[in-house]
């Protein structure tokens, strides 16, 4: 009997030690590591996959999910910088289409956005067609490319017209494109003491598919002089500005015709010393998508120098807005 119960008492104590040694053992053990790693990324735990995966990449470089996984995880985190080389070792890789979406998310959100135009491109006809259409035209919209924008807005209005996918664009493309009138003044004073008001009324429209910038305006300035017992004088001028984005270089010209000086309650110096009419004009190349200009022309330094700007100069005509949240909050 004392026999038997040893027995059942060794048998005993032998389970408990085997159950209590198997449950030491952690499930994971004798898993790779990536796999450690893929789950934190499915869980959106980027920040344990960046601090991983370089390690794990390097004894596994065959590992390309993980690499998609730690690209994606670095572009999501902000660091899209750090992630284009990533995203670019992936390319020609099973996982190509979905690091090529990447690689061109990562292009234009660091202001390379010539260079996210092809991979946008290439990805018509996948899995993520509308994700790349709509950063593609956001792209060219970012690039003042309104005209070649608009369409590819409208697509996307078409293909998801119960979602906000492409609304914003939308919204900035057709405001770029409208033909619209504007009328303003500047006013300027300085030390001498002269002021000057500088009223302007200016038109502008599109041609040949929107890719076609022409604008006129006019004014009649006025200065005048409070320490030469209120003398003045007025200058009329009319501008002419053409903009061909669609050429070579995206020419672009304007031009000034100022009209002789109204002298006739000027002091003596000018009565005595007439102002001609003249003619200025600029013409400006765009060389680079950074953007970089190369300007031509004959300046009006008079009104440069006092701070007026022409009324057919970019600063007038361009819209102002901000890229944050045209690409990452709108994915269809």
Do not use: C
């Amino acid at each position: 009997m004392r026999r038997m119960q040893r027995g059942l008492a060794a048998a005993l104590a032998l389970s408990l030690f085997a159950f209590a040694a198997h449950a030491q053992v952690s499930p994971d053990t004798g898993w790779p590591a990536s796999e450690g790693l893929m789950s934190a990324y499915r869980a959106g735990n980027y920040t344990e996959v960046i601090k991983g995966a370089p390690a794990t990449l390097a004894a596994e470089p065959w590992n390309n999910e993980l690499r998609l996984a730690y690209a994606y995880s670095l572009i999501w985190s902000g660091r899209e910088w750090q992630s284009t080389a990533e995203f670019e070792k992936l390319i020609g890789t099973e996982v190509e289409v979905d690091a090529r979406l990447g690689l061109a998310n990562s292009y234009a959100w660091t202001g390379r956005l010539g260079e996210s135009l092809p991979h946008y491109r290439l990805l018509a006809g996948t899995k993520h067609a509308g994700e790349a259409k709509q950063g593609l035209a956001n792209s060219l919209l970012w690039m003042h490319r309104e005209d070649l924008a608009l369409p590819l807005f409208q697509e996307l209005r078409v293909t998801y017209p119960d979602q906000e996918v492409g609304k914003l664009g939308l919204f900035y493309a057709l405001r770029a494109t409208r033909a619209r009138t504007t009328l303003g003044t500047t006013y300027n004073h300085d030390n001498q003491p002269m002021s000057r008001n500088d009223p302007v009324l200016s038109h502008t429209w599109r041609m040949f598919d929107n890719s076609l910038i022409l604008g006129i305006a006019g004014g009649e300035s006025k200065d005048w002089f409070e320490n030469a017992g209120g003398a003045s004088y007025k200058r009329r001028e009319y501008t002419f500005r053409a903009e061909a984005m669609a050429l070579p270089l995206e020419p672009r010209l304007y031009v000034t015709r100022v009209d002789e000086l109204d002298t006739e309650n000027a002091g003596t110096i000018f009565r005595l010393n007439p102002v001609p009419a003249r003619t200025f004009g600029e013409l400006r190349l765009t060389l680079a998508d950074w953007p970089l200009y190369v300007n031509v022309g004959r300046i009006d330094w008079g009104k440069r120098l006092a701070g007026v700007t022409n009324p057919a100069s970019p600063s007038w005509l361009q819209l102002h807005r901000s890229r944050s949240g045209l690409l990452r909050r709108e994915s269809p």
